[in-house]
């Protein structure tokens, strides 16, 4: 893995865990936090939409918003544990 696409894995993380902490209210973690819950949502979001069905398309947009819909899945999860 090349240092540029650390990079672009990084900040399609970045952005899609930062969105998901907008979306999913009082469930963000800061940037590294959020960067981690995109990155982690990247891999629910592509399990999940596969196994739907669900093809968002290719490139960048596509990645983001499949990084934050999963991203989404794990704030709900976090804060369905976090509560109790």
Same mark, same amino acid.
């Given at each position: 893995m090349s240092l540029e696409s650390l990079l672009i894995i990084l900040l399609i993380g970045g952005i899609a865990g930062w969105l998901a902490g907008l979306i999913v209210k009082g469930y963000g973690f800061g940037i590294l936090? /959020?960067?981690?819950? #995109?990155? %982690?949502?990247?891999?629910?979001?592509?399990?999940l939409l596969g196994r739907l069905g669900i093809s968002l398309g290719a490139g960048?947009?596509?990645?983001?918003? /499949?990084?934050?819909? #999963?991203? %989404?899945v794990v704030l709900v999860i976090i804060g369905l544990f976090r509560r109790r």
């Open positions: 936090g /959020n960067i981690v819950v #995109g990155i %982690i949502g990247a891999f629910v979001g592509t399990w960048y947009v596509a990645a983001v918003l /499949n990084a934050m819909i #999963g991203a %989404i």
